[in-house]
């Protein structure tokens, strides 16, 4: 039944794709789909946003249609989220001193920076879609790689969005609400109605998706240039006595330090998110590392000169004592256009939670390919030729968490959990270095850079729990050891039931899905 389903599904997507080239006759097609010609040609090809469509007898695949600019703007949208404008205040009172936070800010970004230039070594030897879990499944084998797509599926990338759409709706709702806190039950109304249109705009269309992207990505950076240009001008005027004695009251504690890295790590993270949609970037062994080149030193940057920026307004104990330092900042500075701090958080938020779920709907797809996953989690638009059910499971965990309320605790767990496998993936690249000395590495990083980033990962895993221990590393060992138990029937012994492959059907006819053949190069 199933075999007969596909069959319909894929005729159906080729007797699509033939109309569509009636369409279109005459002009040329490229690889990824879009047309070539005058525009009167390409207006005739279809719909804009999806390009002239696969011509008939192509196997049903994901198109690459993610090029430079998106990918920076992947990378860059999904970075700035609302720490930078809300919250940068937790390590600066983790280091006690301005001086040694901007210097965690920049070695943050460094190694944020050192951790991507590895993955594109790992994303150009191995472009499928899925990140470490396809780095995993190379150098360990399925297990390890299980255990990843385990624990970031139900656990790190639902709960990432979910934070973050939160942080969305609160600044959204205060907007509104200017007598007092806004109502919880309205922010998470608002929380989950955003992840419902982010959930529209990646399932309708990889174009118009990438579209938002560079539209939110290119809004955001508006945003910190009014911070920068205003805490410029401040500093012009001679308030510069918040950066004097920048060093005083540091705090030297090895626990301090690494969980001051977990903040502003917190900040930086989303700098793996390209490598999870490897099989939608054009050349992609020239673009993916091109993307991490540009993005991160230009977030980077961005932060170091944010951080100044508010200390030119502001004191560092005002700036700890404040929930929204970036709407202080606008408060003090930028008068009755004070309104575009919390305009510039709202976009920044909804455009990380945009680039968050692109990138974790990618890891289903890989992980359930796999068969280590529902099987539906796999498959495609037959039309749309995006992984729709894996976007759709994923936001339905963080729907789930956003009315949940209970994941404030998860920021810690997501932060040492990720730099597990953070570490596992340059640990990956080490062991491939040897066990696949001849295969080909179109970007190759000196074998320092893996070790270096190695080495700090065990520091952030091991020097918090030495320093002070908290329940949540207890939870996180427990939660990946779990997975063990699902891993052993269902993935080693392939254990199925009817119940499951009448479920995988009802979905294909229900979302009008079918399983992915190859990569369309």
Not at 65 to 71: A, H, I, K, N, Q
Not at 290 to 302: E, H
């Amino acid at each position: 039944m199933r075999e007969a389903l596909c069959q319909i599904l894929c005729s159906t997507f080729n007797t699509a794709a033939t109309a569509n080239s009636k369409l279109s006759e005459g002009n040329n097609v490229t690889k990824d789909g879009a047309a070539i010609g005058s525009g009167e040609d390409e207006s005739r090809g279809g719909d804009k946003l999806e390009g002239a469509g696969s011509t008939q007898g192509d196997a049903l695949h994901l198109q690459r249609r993610v090029g430079l600019l998106s990918g920076v703007a992947l990378i860059v949208g999904t970075m700035i989220g609302s720490g930078i404008f809300v919250s940068p205040t937790g390590l600066l009172v983790r280091t006690g001193s301005v001086g040694m936070s901007l210097i965690i800010w920049i070695a943050c970004g460094l190694l944020s920076l050192l951790g991507a230039l590895a993955y594109a070594e790992l994303g150009t030897m191995n472009t499928s879609s899925g990140a470490e879990y396809a780095y995993f499944m190379d150098a360990y084998g399925p297990l390890p790689a299980f255990l990843f797509s385990w624990v970031s599926t139900l656990v790190l990338k639902p709960s990432q969005m979910a934070i973050i759409c939160l942080s969305f709706a609160k600044y959204a709702v205060e907007a509104f609400v200017t007598e007092c806190d806004p109502p919880v039950t309205v922010v998470k109304l608002v929380g989950v109605l955003a992840i419902l249109i982010i959930l529209f705009i990646n399932c309708y269309s990889v174009n118009l998706a990438t579209s938002v992207m560079n539209v939110f990505t290119a809004a955001k950076l508006i945003a910190v240039m009014v911070v920068v240009v205003g805490g410029l001008y401040k500093l012009m005027q001679g308030n510069t006595q918040n950066l004097e004695n920048m060093f005083e009251g540091t705090t030297y504690s090895i626990g301090n330090i690494a969980t001051a890295f977990y903040t502003g790590l917190w900040a930086y993270d989303g700098w793996n998110n390209l490598n999870y949609v490897t099989e939608e970037i054009k050349n992609p062994s020239k673009n993916l590392p091109r993307s991490i080149v540009i993005a991160i030193p230009l977030v980077t940057i961005c932060y170091v000169l944010m951080n100044i920026s508010y200390l030119a307004v502001m004191s560092p104990v005002e700036m700890t004592e404040s929930e929204a330092v970036a709407v202080t900042f606008g408060n003090r500075l930028l008068g009755f256009m004070a309104w575009l701090m919390p305009l510039s958080v709202t976009i920044s938020t909804f455009g990380s939670a945009h680039g968050t779920l692109f990138a974790a709907g990618r890891l289903c797809f890989a992980a359930s390919r796999e068969g280590h996953l529902l099987n539906i989690l796999s498959y495609v638009h037959i039309r749309r030729m995006t992984p729709a059910p894996g976007l759709i499971f994923h936001s339905l965990i963080a729907i789930a968490m956003v009315l949940s309320g209970t994941i404030d605790s998860l920021i810690d767990f997501f932060s040492f959990t990720a730099w597990i496998f953070y570490g596992g993936a340059m640990l990956a690249l080490i062991v491939m270095r040897f066990t696949r000395p001849n295969f080909p590495r179109p970007y190759k990083v000196p074998i320092i850079i893996p070790f270096i980033v190695l080495g700090i990962s065990l520091y952030l895993i091991v020097a918090p729990i030495i320093d002070t221990p908290q329940i949540e590393y207890l939870y996180a060992t427990f939660f990946i050891l779990a997975g063990f138990i699902f891993y052993i029937p269902f993935v080693y012994y392939g254990f199925t039931t009817t119940t499951m492959e009448k479920f995988t059907v009802f979905c294909q006819l229900l979302f009008e899905v079918a399983p992915t053949q190859s990569i369309y190069e």
